[in-house]
């Protein structure tokens, strides 16, 4: 079992940047890919950006290419959403995702790209960014 707590949402003005950070715990981080999602009112939970175990392969979606990256600290078991320039449309809750490749029959350069594909959640942060 894997617990993922996310951190570092808040209110923001358009423009501004915000590091989210997702803590992992239990078994070892270091083998799992992990996600960024987001949900705002009334609409889906989307990707956002993905990582495979070791960080090598990275993806982000076209809304946010540029603006947002992704990376992880395997010391501190964390993964973390860089976002800069930020605009009104980002504002949503923020969630962190994890999967462990081996489970879904995939190798170690998996970077999972919808939300089926990951097995544990955190419960979220909230970003608002005011125009």
């Known amino acids: 079992q894997v617990q993922l707590v996310e951190s570092g949402g808040g209110l923001v003005r358009a423009g501004d940047s915000l590091r989210l950070s997702c803590a992992a715990s239990?078994?070892?981080?270091?083998?799992?890919?992990m996600g960024w999602f987001r949900q705002a009112p009334g609409k889906e939970r989307e990707l956002v950006a993905a990582s495979n175990w070791s960080g090598e392969s990275t993806y982000v979606v076209d809304s946010v290419a540029g603006r947002f990256t992704i990376s992880r600290e395997y010391a501190k078991n964390t993964v973390y959403l860089q976002m800069n320039s930020l605009i009104p449309e980002d504002t949503a809750v923020y969630y962190c995702?994890?999967?462990?490749?081996?489970?879904?029959?995939?190798?170690?350069?998996?970077?999972?790209?919808?939300?089926?594909?990951?097995?544990?959640w955190g419960q979220g942060t909230q970003v608002t960014v005011s125009s």
């Open positions: 239990g078994r070892t981080f270091s083998s799992y890919a």
């Open positions: 995702a994890a999967v462990d490749p081996r489970l879904r029959g995939y190798d170690s350069r998996w970077t999972p790209r919808h939300r089926d594909m990951y097995d544990y």
